[in-house]
């Protein structure tokens, strides 16, 4: 599995993110004309100091049935910030790279 177990349980129970929103407008006043800028920044950080790099992609071995063979799966890790509070999701990938299904968020 890539990355291991234990490293990426401790990014998925460590992981904090912040966002810093710019707004600005500015009018013209000789025609009236607006101009409306807005970022977003998004900063996210895991681990007990912060060091550890979040995985985009992570590479899953699942056996359907006990007993069976791991099959491995990859999706991509994806974090979101919502109503203050940070959700995960996942999306697992088939063979030929297209998107099966969205694992569960928040």
């Known amino acids: 599995m890539d990355p291991d177990h234990a490293r990426l349980l401790e990014v998925a129970s460590s992981i904090e993110a912040t966002k810093d929103v710019a707004h600005k407008s500015a009018v013209r006043l000789d025609n009236g004309e607006v101009k409306v800028r807005y970022e977003e920044t998004i900063e ?6 912060g060091d550890l790099t979040i995985p985009t992609r992570i590479e899953l071995a699942l056996s359907p049935y ?25 999306w697992c ?3 030929r790279g297209r998107a099966a299904q969205r694992l569960p968020t928040c």
């Open 66 to 90: 006990e007993g069976m063979d791991p099959y491995r799966v990859t999706a991509r890790f994806r974090y979101r910030l919502r109503d203050g509070g940070l959700c995960r999701s996942a």
């Open 44 to 49: 996210a950080r895991a681990g007990e100091a």
């Open 93 to 95: 990938w088939t063979a």
